[in-house]
């Protein structure tokens, strides 16, 4: 399996503009999570779906960003319009629901607003 | 919302020393996880523990599952160049539930 595989791996962007980030999940898992990774802050959990449903969004900054999962094999982090204190890196995982698993990462997609 | 202290935040280390780091929590978890973040990458699993004083090895590595559920520990025998990275506790508070709680991880540097 070719592991959870996040696009683009950069993203330099200006403010006000809309970024998108992609994410291809390991084929079978059904959970789907997206993480944000500062040094101020740490790996903080976005949102996740199980079986492409939203079960937690607590984690999502403000209305600003949104996620979508249309089907089993991709998800979108949308932010617009994007802001400087945006810039992080961003991970997708995936595992099995419910089987008590840790997940699998992508290798992540750094994004700076300029 | 629920926190994992996870200690030392950096360590620098001379090749060959072994290695302990640990998590501790106020609250009572059900599962333990140790991931290890090279730069650039995602955090890889790295051993998973599920039963309290539960102890596993994965080559170099032990980790173990606190008695009191509070709290879990790894070591690293025998450092090599390669274990330098960023090394994350992570805890399930509810058995089954999805959401992992991390810690704020520990910097591993290792001089030859």
């Known amino acids: 399996d070719a592991g959870v595989i996040q696009s683009p791996r950069h993203e330099v962007t200006e403010m006000g503009q809309e970024v998108t980030l992609r994410c291809k999940p390991i084929?079978?898992?059904?959970?789907l999570f997206w993480y944000r990774q500062t040094m101020m802050r740490g790996l903080e959990l976005l949102i996740y779906?199980?079986?492409?449903?939203?079960?937690?969004d607590s984690g999502m900054p403000e209305d600003r960003f949104s996620a979508k999962m249309p089907n089993a094999s991709f998800s979108t982090l949308k932010i617009q319009p994007s802001e400087p204190r945006d810039s992080a890196v961003y991970f997708c995982?995936?595992?099995?629901?419910?089987?008590?698993?840790?997940?699998?990462f992508g290798s992540g997609t750094r994004l700076t607003v300029v | 919302g629920q926190q994992l202290n996870q200690s030392p935040q950096s360590m620098f280390i001379q090749e060959g020393e072994d290695v302990s780091m640990n998590c501790t929590s106020s609250s009572i978890f059900n599962t333990w996880l140790w991931y290890k973040q090279d730069p650039g990458e995602g955090p890889v699993l790295l051993i998973a523990l599920y039963k309290a004083g539960e102890l596993t090895s994965n080559g170099r590595l032990t980790a173990q599952f606190g008695i009191t559920r509070k709290d879990s520990f790894l070591n690293i025998s025998a450092s090599i160049p390669s274990d330098v990275g960023i090394y994350f506790c992570a805890g399930r508070l509810i058995q089954g539930a999805q959401k992992l709680v991390f810690g704020q991880g520990t910097r591993l540097t290792i001089n030859p």
């Open positions: 995982a995936s595992s099995l629901a419910w089987t008590g698993g840790g997940y699998t």
């Open positions: 779906f199980n079986n492409n449903v939203p079960i937690d």
């Open positions: 084929s079978g898992h059904n959970s």
